[in-house]
């Protein structure tokens, strides 16, 4: 290999590290929020709020920067393929806590309040606390998944046991790579470990139109919590007026559900990015005086943020109307 043809490969290994490291959207520039950070600061992202603010506005585009956030819940997923239907109804619909689903605006908790939950301990290796790649030891007990001695035929005649891999790669994976990303069974889960867990209210204003649910979370715990989280949050709409015929508007990262006065009106279900507006609720009516919109986002390792809005009947967005944390 010549001279120029080492320095033409250099500069050109090198141009496509900086591509990968670039943010591709339309104006080429990165945007540093959009990595993670853990030694981020927590006031970058959220004003902490008194528990009787003046009443705040969607901003210019009708989103809901408002918000009165638990701290999360842990919930250590190694993934989030499994975001089903029903396992998000079953996990974001658990009372971890009592008064978590009140409806009674009055008995809201406040900026401050703690609450003592019983949840998963975070697991002790892996990215975040995530058994790291392989999901922990390979099913099927000791030497599942060992390779021949190099050069040892398997004996005449003898099949390979049933289920066990070929060649010598741990079940669940490539040498036991992504805990069962690239085929196989995972390995038995055993039940988790639990721990009691303080958790503190805090009503927050966002500056961004995305709430940083990951910032958050980090940001409350010393950098402590990042993935595998389930968050609640609620705001309260306040209309001088019944608003029939609107939409609620969300995104999340990844998914969430959402209730509005205590019905639920709208589920993003499975492995998703955040984006605006990714989904639409059914007609309701925002009556005249305080309405309760809450939320629960689940999320395994990843960012975690959300965003929310209403439309009009007309396909306007809303914004007639102000937002307390009480």
């Known amino acids: 290999m010549n001279r120029h043809f080492k320095l033409i490969l250099a500069v050109g290994m090198a141009t496509f590290l900086i591509g990968?490291?670039?943010?591709t959207g339309s104006n080429s520039k990165i945007d540093p929020q959009r990595y993670a950070n853990r030694n981020v600061d927590f006031d970058q992202y959220f004003t902490e709020i008194k528990a009787d603010a003046a009443p705040a506005k969607p901003d210019e585009k009708g989103f809901i920067r408002r918000w009165?956030?638990?701290e999360p819940i842990n919930k250590p997923n190694s993934g989030n393929s499994g975001f089903s239907d029903s396992?998000?109804?079953a996990e974001l619909t658990k009372e971890y806590f009592k008064g978590q689903f009140t409806n009674d605006i009055k008995a809201l908790p406040k900026t401050g309040d703690k609450v003592i939950v019983e949840t998963e301990a975070p697991r002790a290796s892996g990215r975040g606390g995530f058994g790291g790649f392989g999901g922990g030891a390979p099913?099927?007990?000791?030497g599942a998944g060992q390779a021949r001695p190099q050069g040892q035929a398997r004996p005449q005649g003898q099949a390979r046991p049933q289920g066990a891999p070929q060649g010598g790669a741990?079940?669940?994976?490539?040498?036991?790579?992504g805990g069962g990303m690239m085929g196989g069974a995972p390995a038995a889960a055993s039940a988790p470990a639990t721990i009691k867990d303080t958790l503190e209210w805090h009503s927050v204003d966002s500056k961004l139109f995305n709430i940083k649910l990951i910032r958050f979370a980090q940001g409350t715990s010393n950098g402590q919590k990042r993935y595998g989280l389930i968050f609640n949050?609620?705001?309260v709409i306040n209309c001088d007026q019944d608003i029939p015929n609107v939409r609620l508007a969300a995104g999340s990262n990844a998914s969430s559900i959402w209730w509005l006065n205590g019905e639920k009106i709208l589920t993003l279900q499975a492995d998703r990015r955040m984006v605006a507006d990714d989904g639409m609720s059914k007609r309701v009516t925002l009556k005249k005086g305080k309405n309760l919109l809450r939320g629960a986002v689940i999320n395994g390792p990843g960012m975690s943020d959300m965003c929310v809005r209403f439309y009009n009947e007309d396909g306007t967005i809303l914004k007639n109307y102000t937002v307390t944390n009480n």
Do not use: E, R
């Not at 099913?139 to 000791?142: D, E, K, R």
């Open 87 to 89: 396992y998000i109804l």
């Open 233 to 235: 949050a609620f705001t």
């Open 20 to 23: 990968c490291g670039s943010d």
């Open 68 to 70: 009165t956030i638990i």
């Open 139 to 142: 099913a099927g007990g000791p």
């Open 170 to 177: 741990p079940q669940g994976g490539f040498g036991g790579f």
